[in-house]
């Protein structure tokens, strides 16, 4: 199993990625996720892959729908090359509200069209590595054309992994069927992993004839830890505010279903809908908190992620940006932790 740091978006990030990703490199790190939230999740990599020889550099995520299939592969297909083979494109649906009224663009069907979008992209690459003419025509996505001018032309290493992020089963069993890797919502547990994440993966796989092992699983962990009982307590209250958020969605019910929790998701939804925020953390209760969350010793990180997730994902990271110079030590020590 694999350890990976987050890039954070705060501040001057972008002028600190390559340096950023270099310190994660030579700290032990296996790879190094951008995500997309007030920033673009593709121009840090840019600069991470001319500082870095090792880590692998991925998107956690990238917004699909707010961008043309050809968009993407191009940045991809340009990641993929300056970083000689080291990119992974972590895709995301985002939510209908964002993708419509943020983005300004169309949301239906969302798994359907993402299996069309990364049909559509795979045809892109081919195209590129082949000189082949273009001619996709799916059910949302139309490429017909790519002329000489507009063309990068081949690379030494084009098999770029594709990966999504998803928390329901539609998804899961899309990434069973066309992708190279499921990203975990950070808002789960090992319960609902193999009730819920696996089986789905495994028909996907099924009904397109792979082995689900060739879908790589990737999680982000919340993690509860730190010096004094007031600090452990900040966090802990932190994260059940979190949970209580994330499971007064509809959607991300599931992960309550999995532990038989789901009637609390739909007084949590209630509360969400009558604004009564301050009173949906105390439904969170400690039972929750511990399946959602690692909470152990500073030292004792490393062992315990080892022991929560091994055997269950491939990759796995601590919900917490990478900062050189800010917690050195407890990096340091959570990488030892999972050798």
Known sequence: MKLDAN?????????????????????????????????????????????????????????????????????????????????????GTQVKAHVTRRFSMPFDRPAPRLRDYILA?????????????????????????????????????PEIPVHIAGVNERLATLAGEVCNGFHVHPFHSPEYVRRTVLPAIERGAKQAGRSPESVALVASAFVITGEGEQKITKQREALRSQAAFYASTPSYRVVLEAHGWGEVGEQLSGLARDKKWDEMPALITDEMLSAFTVETAPEEVGPALKERYEGLVDRVSVYLPFVPGEMDDFWQATIGGMR
């Open 121 to 157: 992209l795979r045809a892109i690459w081919h195209s590129f590595q082949t000189g082949e003419p273009l001619k996709y025509e799916g059910e949302f996505y139309r490429h017909t054309l790519l002329t000489p001018f507009f063309d990068p032309g081949p690379i030494e290493q």
């Open 7 to 91: 890039l954070g978006t705060g501040g001057d990030y972008l002028k600190r990625a390559g340096a950023t990703t270099r310190a994660a490199e030579e700290m032990g790190f296996s790879g190094l996720w951008s995500s997309e939230t007030q920033h673009d999740g593709f121009l840090p990599l840019a600069l991470a892959a001319d500082a870095t020889e090792k880590v692998s550099l991925g998107t956690s995520i990238a917004v699909a729908f707010s961008r043309s299939p050809m968009e993407v592969a191009q940045a991809a297909w340009d990641l993929q090359a300056l970083s000689e083979g080291r990119f992974i494109l972590g895709l």
